[in-house]
């Protein structure tokens, strides 16, 4: 847990928390670091989660699935960013979606049960930990309701033109690189690949933006 403590100083969920008072935070939380092989599942559509997940390195992507197999990637996370809290602090039978390592990834588990029952040994640090949890999970509803407004979008040239905008915007000029290869794009944006590569094409022969592999510049 060590070799994590300045990942963990610097992530928003510990926001205000000592580095002292983190080693006391992870026994007292029961606290796990679990490592995962790409493509190896942290868990799975149906499961029962109870735990928070906390991305220390590598990549992780939550998926949800149709009935017919159709794949959407929910989100895409890296260091320092959490997964599962809301399925573990609503407390539900089972998760709607899977959540996979999108390459070798660590992953700090946090039992929630434990985060939101009163400690008994009144750690300094709990009130805290709760704040910036909701903090959080404030900030990952407003993510989710940016993508909905994407999703939302009627064709695939309405959809890559919004989400290349929002990158844009996000980096702060017009050439970026996003996250994604062509395939997990695609299923970012809830379309099919061969479509929207051909709608890329297009873009690019009109003038619209440049592009190499993850690479674009908007004209």
Do not use: W
């Amino acid at each position: 847990m060590l070799k994590f403590k300045q990942i963990l100083l610097d992530t928003p969920l510990f926001a205000g928390i000592s580095g002292q008072d983190l080693e006391q935070m992870f026994s007292c939380l029961d606290a796990q670091v679990i490592s995962y092989q790409k493509n190896e599942a942290v868990f799975l559509e149906g499961d029962k989660v109870r735990f928070i997940g906390l991305v220390l390195s590598g990549k992780i992507q939550v998926i949800r699935e149709d009935y017919y197999g159709n794949r959407n990637i929910v989100a895409n996370l890296g260091p320092q960013e959490i997964f599962a809290e809301t399925f573990a602090c609503a407390g539900v039978p089972s998760v709607p979606v899977s959540v996979f390592a999108a390459e070798k990834s660590e992953v700090l588990r946090l039992d929630c049960k434990k985060i939101l029952s009163p400690c008994p040994n009144s750690c300094g640090f709990h009130r805290k930990l709760i704040e910036n949890l909701l903090q959080v999970m404030a900030r990952k509803n407003l993510y989710l309701s940016n993508k909905l407004d994407l999703l939302s979008q009627r064709t695939t040239r309405e959809k890559l033109l919004a989400y290349l905008s929002g990158e844009a915007k996000k980096a702060g000029q017009n050439e970026f690189s996003i996250p994604f290869n062509r395939q997990e794009l695609a299923d970012y944006l809830g379309v099919e690949r061969s479509a929207m590569s051909a709608q890329l094409g297009r873009m690019r022969d009109e003038g619209m933006l440049e592009f190499h592999k993850n690479h674009f510049r908007l004209l």
